[in-house]
T-cell receptor
Framework: GAVVSQHPSWVICKSGTSVKIECRSL??????MFWYRQFPKQSLMLMAT?????????EQGVEKDKFLINHASLTLSTLTVTSAHPEDSSFYIC?????????????FGPGTRLLVL | QKEVEQNSGPLSVPEGAIASLNCTYS??????FFWYRQYSGKSPELIMS????GDKEDGRFTAQLNKASQYVSLLIRDSQPSDSATYLC???????????FGTGTRLTVIP
């Protein structure tokens, strides 16, 4: 299947700092990418939909000024967690939609584990 | 009513048996259906996609879709301990950008 990469795979930061996570589709172009968050033993939670060349669409309850999303190219979306706090510690997973095969399919990146001290 | 519903399990089957995972969805006009496998601490991995009524087979996995009953299932034949994971059903409605996920069914294959 198609490959989606994320970087970094894990990050530890101090409270108040900002963290940037990159999501890349390696063998297809993705006009739409998604950012999810997952807490231990809980379901995936969609945070926002990232659209290439336009503003992201955020889910209810997700602060757009805290979670900045940029989708500047067809293969790269970034999520920046600004002024991170311990409650932001979570598993952040991106996903990219592949429509190149006629039918759309959505692939996930390996995730980024964030720990805010 | 939730968009996508799954039995959370846990579902336990002996090694070599058939594991049957079920999912129902609420929106009749949904058009794309996916099964993902998620190992503990990892991100979801696409197992199967299905878009039309009937069965779709890929190796030991068979996805079944019945749009009239708004039901999609995943069968895993000759279950292996390595199949032990949480299986997520996902549905995309016509006109919707994102997938709607079920809460997942935890499968344990007992050696």
């Amino acid at each position: 299947g198609a490959v989606v990469s994320q970087h970094p795979s894990w990050v530890i930061c101090k409270s108040g700092t900002s963290v940037k996570i990159e999501c890349r589709s390696l063998d297809f172009q993705a006009t739409t990418m998604f950012w999810y968050r997952q807490f231990p033993k809980q379901s995936l939670m969609l945070m926002a939909t990232s659209n290439e060349g336009s503003k992201a669409t955020y889910e209810q309850g997700v602060e757009k000024d805290k979670f900045l999303i940029n989708h500047a190219s067809l293969t790269l979306s970034t999520l920046t967690v600004t002024s991170a706090h311990p409650e932001d510690s979570s598993f952040y997973i991106c996903s990219a939609r592949d429509t190149s095969g006629g039918q759309e399919t959505q692939y996930f990146g390996p995730g980024t584990r964030l720990l805010v001290l | 009513q939730k968009e996508v519903e799954q039995n959370s399990g846990p579902l336990s089957v002996p090694e070599g048996a058939i594991a049957s995972l079920n999912c129902t969805y609420s929106d009749r006009v949904s058009q794309s259906f996916f099964w993902y496998r998620q190992y503990s601490g990892k991100s979801p991995e696409l197992i199967m996609s299905i878009y039309s009524n009937g069965d779709k087979e890929d190796g030991r996995f068979t996805a079944q879709l019945n749009k009239a009953s708004q039901y999609v299932s995943l069968l895993i034949r000759d279950s292996q301990p390595s199949d032990s994971a949480t299986y997520l059903c996902a549905v995309r409605r016509t006109g919707a950008n994102n997938l709607f996920f079920g809460t997942g069914t935890r499968l344990t294959v007992i050696p």
